[in-house]
């Protein structure tokens, strides 16, 4: 079932996927000229907080997710990006270091961009230019929805907004959107709706209970989309 005019998705999830759609050939060979695409695997790190920004990352294959860590070595997860969307360009733009880490969720496939490429590209394209504005603008407004949630919503409501943006993160154009499996660690889970391990596995049991979602070792299947929604109490 899509989310069209049920829930906006589109508020929760990134727009850098359309930035290198966006470009012609021409412009996509100038930036990709020394373009180095490598494996990760799972809880690979790609890059970490406060680190020096060498370049961005595009992901052609996989999960990654991105985080920031206290003192205590507690991950917050603030994003989660797969396959077609880029990472590690705010840093690069605004000449600064990484303000988050990222490393990944599942097996990837991910390509490496030098800064001086990148740069180059943006200096001598309008357009990726443009595209990259809109996508800065509209990422913005996703963080700062992620952050509200956790004052404004209860830990029930955080953990089903997060199943739904995950449930759109895992979900394949080929196959029937109602048989979406969402592969995920409960631990990760929680990090993304900031609460405790402990917290997750007795929700989902609850809503295993409710006959919303199914579980399998990891693997968590929502089946009522339409009650998890109303969960969310969303406005």
């Known amino acids: ?26 412009e996509m060979e100038r930036l990709s000229v020394n373009m180095i695409e490598q494996p990760y695997q799972k809880g690979q790190m790609i890059f970490r907080e406060n680190s020096y920004a060498s370049g961005i990352y595009f992901i052609k294959q996989g999960k990654v997710k991105k985080y920031k860590q206290d ?3 507690n991950e917050q997860i603030i994003y989660v990006a797969n396959a077609g969307e880029m990472i590690g360009y705010h840093a690069v733009l605004s000449s600064e270091t990484y303000p ?11 390509a490496f961009i030098p800064k001086e490429d990148f740069l180059l590209a943006v200096e001598r394209s309008p357009n990726l230019s443009n595209h ?33 943006v995950l449930r759109e993160k895992y979900k394949l154009p080929e196959l029937d959107t109602d048989n979406i499996e969402i592969n995920i660690p409960r631990k990760d889970l929680a990090s993304m ?16 209970m409710e006959g919303i979602v199914e ?17 969310t109490n969303y406005r």
């Open 1 to 26: 079932m899509s989310l069209k005019g049920i829930f906006p998705i589109d508020k929760w999830i990134f727009q850098s996927s359309s930035v290198l759609d966006s470009l012609s050939i021409e």
């Open 71 to 73: 003192k205590g070595g």
């Open 100 to 110: 988050d880490s990222a490393a990944a969720l599942e097996d990837s496939s991910i």
């Open 132 to 164: 990259l504005l809109k996508a800065l603008s509209h990422e913005y407004k996703v963080l700062a929805n992620s952050i509200s949630i956790v004052a404004r919503h209860s830990v029930r409501e955080r953990l089903a907004i997060s199943l739904i």
């Open 193 to 208: 709706a900031a609460t405790t391990e402990e917290n997750v596995v007795r929700l989902l049991k609850e809503l295993k």
């Open 215 to 231: 579980t399998q070792g990891r693997k968590i299947k929502i089946m009522d989309i339409k009650a998890l929604i109303k969960i």
